[in-house]
């Protein structure tokens, strides 16, 4: 059974920083696209980041750029991604998703294969 798993959301105030961490199991996900994906309260799902399998490529939602960055354990794929998430705005406030695809890095989430169950993260005014 393949599994990722989310961990690392919480409260903070504005400004604040908080870093995500997206665990997998059941399958070596060394050579996977892997991506962050947000859905705040009565909105749809959005791209927030995405990292080639060997972590050369990167690629950030505009709203993300120069606040967050994504990254990968290479030695330990299992480890699959993080997101660090700097200066947070009370607009960051969303579920955070980790997702998985083969081949390279995409915005479209309806070519990721695996999920998570989601963060949440919440950022105080």
């Known amino acids: 059974q393949v599994q990722l798993v989310e961990s690392g959301g919480g409260l903070v105030q504005a400004g604040g920083s908080l870093s995500l961490s997206c665990a997998a199991s059941?399958?070596?996900?060394?050579?996977?696209?892997m991506t962050w994906f947000r859905q705040a309260p009565g909105k749809e799902r959005e791209f927030v980041a995405a990292?080639?399998?060997?972590?050369?490529?990167?690629?950030?939602a505009d709203s993300a750029k120069g606040r967050f960055t994504i990254s990968r354990d290479r030695a330990n794929p299992k480890n699959a991604v993080y997101l660090q998430m700097n200066s947070l705005k009370p607009e960051d406030t969303a579920i955070y998703y980790c997702?998985?695809?083969?081949?390279?890095?995409?915005?479209?989430?309806?070519?990721?294969?695996?999920w998570g169950q989601g963060t949440q993260v919440t950022v105080s005014s």
């Open positions: 997702s998985a695809r083969a081949g390279g890095t995409s915005r479209d989430q309806s070519t990721y294969k695996y």
């Open positions: 059941g399958r070596a996900f060394g050579l996977y696209t």
């Open positions: 990292i080639s399998w060997s972590g050369s490529s990167t690629d950030y």
